[in-house]
Every structure is written in C-alpha cells, then in structure tokens.
C-alpha cells in the first residue's frame, strides 16, 4: 500500500507558474502508474496528467496540453506536475493518485488517492 501526499499549491497571478509535487511513501512509486487530477468549486473531479506505469508513456487533458508536464523522480519517491501559464480556470483542488503495477491512464483506474492540494489563479 502507497500514502500519497500533496504539496506545492498556493495562490498565483495568471500567467505564473506552479509546481505541485506528490510523496510516496510504504511503497516505491515506480512500481505505480501515477496521474493527476483536479476538482473545481461545484464541479466533477476531472483528469490533468497520467504517466503510465508500463512505460511511463504521458498523457494530458486538452486544457492543459502544452502548459502542464508531469513527471517522476523514483530516487525521490516523487511525481510532479509542473503547471505553467496558469488561468484562473485551472483553479481547484489538485489530487496526485497511484494504481499499483498497472494504470496511469486518463481513464484510471487508480487505487489510492491523496488528499488534496489548492491552487487558486487570480485574474
């Protein structure tokens, strides 16, 4: 089992820049495919970013395609997402998620979650 944590968020003008990190621990996270979510104030948890665990093939949502990366340091136990030219409607609580040995897919499925961390855009 995996204990994923989130950190990173905070408040940024438009335009600025972020970098959301997520910490494994119990398990080593390169035996998980990993992805990144986000759910918005009123709105439905929607998929940002997946790196598959059987290649570490990438994937992004449309919204975030060439302004979002996500990556992974398994010397660290870490997955990033480094969020450039923010808007404010990349405004939500972002969500780092595992599946063990399989996964990271925009479709999931992912087994274990973390708790969340904000990241507000002001215009």
């Known amino acids: 089992q995996v204990q994923l944590v989130e950190s990173g968020g905070g408040l940024v003008q438009a335009g600025g820049s972020l970098r959301l990190s997520c910490a494994a621990s119990?398990?080593?996270?390169?035996?998980?495919?990993v992805g990144w979510f986000r759910q918005a104030p009123g709105k439905e948890r929607e998929f940002v970013a997946a790196m598959s665990w059987s290649d570490s093939s990438t994937y992004y949502a449309d919204s975030v395609k060439g302004r979002f990366t996500i990556s992974r340091d398994n010397a660290k136990n870490m997955v990033y997402l480094q969020m450039n030219s923010l808007k404010p409607e990349d405004t939500a609580v972002y969500y780092c998620a595992g599946r063990y040995h399989g996964g990271g897919y925009p479709e999931g499925p992912y087994d274990y979650w973390g708790q969340g961390t904000q990241v507000t855009v002001s215009s």
């Open positions: 119990g398990r080593t996270i390169s035996s998980y495919g």
